[in-house]
């Protein structure tokens, strides 16, 4: 214990000085606002960065009721990819491993089993050449390779952690895409977000994915993804489950007050129901909550917009198919916000698009999170604390050179972490 009661007290009074500040129902009101007056279009220097697909509207559904009704689709399917975390060695290697799952619902045994492994490391030294050929492991059922990213000066981590992570999903969305054949659930973004980032947060990670074959391979493989579920007319869908994208609410700065710390912290107040229990206001809990679906060409989503950056990656379908479009679900139970994700080539059809939402709306109710087929593929997907500790004890042994190792290491080794 290193807080004592008198400590508690005085943070508990520095507290109340904040709450006389920061009035949330005056953010509710703000909120308001912004729905009705700012988002149909959102402007942003001359260009539309945010647009509703039809009517702008905010809607409703009893929970146990849609809990209870049939999902829109026979079959669906979840892909998740799981990484051990990027890992530096005292020979200089910085690695990641990352293995990528696919799940369906009814359940598919020999396609659970099925993986795609891929390891990248980056390494200063000029001379070295690490790549390997994709090589089969478990009869078949597991895809591997390893892959030396190109070189950098800063943000060695970054670099490998997101090639393995994408190029593990994206190669093996694209190898089992013939096995989907009602709706396929990425569990994340549509679109390698981690990496178009990189566009913005600094010029060298510019550069990598401008210039450089590996990057722009794996952004590559996410626009095929795209055509290969276009072509064959089964949707494709992101299922963010922890929406982190700031583009609007940026925009919203140079307008008006926005309060919020990002995207999805504004759409839980523009969502969120209260009534009144006994004189006090209290958030409703019976109702999922969700807006109409938006079009979006601000922030990552630019790229893939009409007038984005191409990244040298060439495209089959009209430019308009691969725009980003989106609608957001609030949860109340459990006070979390979803993200749906699918191109503008499902989309743009309005039956299409209710069928994807009341889909996930059943799935959300019934499961009291994501849908089914999403967890699946995340458990699918995970690698354990031990499995990672056990893998990096490993790959000391193969590398003969120990992790490079901080106090944090010590200090937290025999605390339990989040994984």
């Not at 992570?165 to 054949?181: I, M, P, Q, R, T």
């Not at 979390?336 to 989309?347: D, I, K, S």
């Amino acid at each position: 214990m290193t807080l004592d009661p008198v400590h508690f007290d005085g943070i508990a009074r520095l507290a109340r000085n904040v709450s006389h500040d920061v009035d949330e129902s005056e953010h509710r009101e703000v909120a308001a606002t912004v729905w009705a007056e700012l988002l149909d279009p959102l402007w942003d220097d001359g260009r539309v960065v945010l647009e509703p697909l039809g009517d702008l509207r905010r809607r409703s559904t009893e929970i146990d009721d849609v809990a209870l009704r049939g999902g829109e689709f026979e079959t669906t399917h979840g892909l998740d990819s799981g990484t051990i975390n990027p890992t530096t060695f005292k020979n200089g290697l910085v690695l990641d491993v990352a293995q990528a799952a696919m799940a369906a619902c009814p359940s598919d045994l020999e396609l659970h089993r099925e993986r795609t492994i891929v390891m990248t490391a980056h390494t200063g030294d000029p001379a070295s050449d690490l790549d390997t050929d994709w090589q089969n492991e478990d009869e078949g059922y597991c895809r591997q390779r390893f892959i030396q990213v190109p070189r950098v000066n800063r943000y060695e981590e970054a670099v490998v952690h997101a090639l393995a992570l994408y190029l593990a999903e994206s190669k093996h969305a694209l190898g089992n895409a013939d096995e989907v054949e009602d709706l396929l659930y990425l569990d994340g973004p549509l679109y390698p977000t981690g990496m178009l980032n990189w566009l913005d947060r600094d010029p060298e990670l510019r550069q990598l994915l401008v210039d450089e074959d590996l990057p722009r391979d794996v952004v590559r493989n996410y626009v095929r993804l795209v055509e290969r579920f276009v072509g064959r007319d089964v949707p494709l869908v992101g299922f963010v489950k922890n929406p982190g994208a700031k583009a609007i609410t940026r925009t919203l700065r140079k307008k008006t007050t926005a309060p919020w710390v990002d995207d999805a912290a504004l759409f839980r107040q523009i969502l969120e129901r209260h009534e009144e229990v006994g004189g006090e206001l209290q958030r409703r809990t019976d109702q999922l909550t969700f807006t109409s679906w938006f079009r979006s060409r601000g922030g990552t989503d630019r790229v893939f917009s009409q007038d984005g950056e191409d990244l040298d990656v060439d495209r089959e379908l009209d430019p308009e198919a691969y725009e980003v479009t989106f609608c957001v679900i609030y949860d109340p139970r459990e006070d979390v916000v979803f993200r749906l994700e699918a191109p503008y080539a499902f989309t743009r059809d309005e039956d299409r698009r209710e069928a994807l939402v009341r889909q996930a709306l059943t799935e959300i109710a019934a499961e009291r999170g994501p849908p089914l087929a999403v967890r699946k593929a995340d458990d699918l997907a995970r690698i354990s604390r031990d499995e990672k500790e056990s893998l990096r004890t490993t790959l000391e042994r193969q590398f003969d050179s120990e992790r490079h190792r901080s106090y944090d290491d010590v200090r937290w080794d025999d605390v339990d972490r989040d994984e």
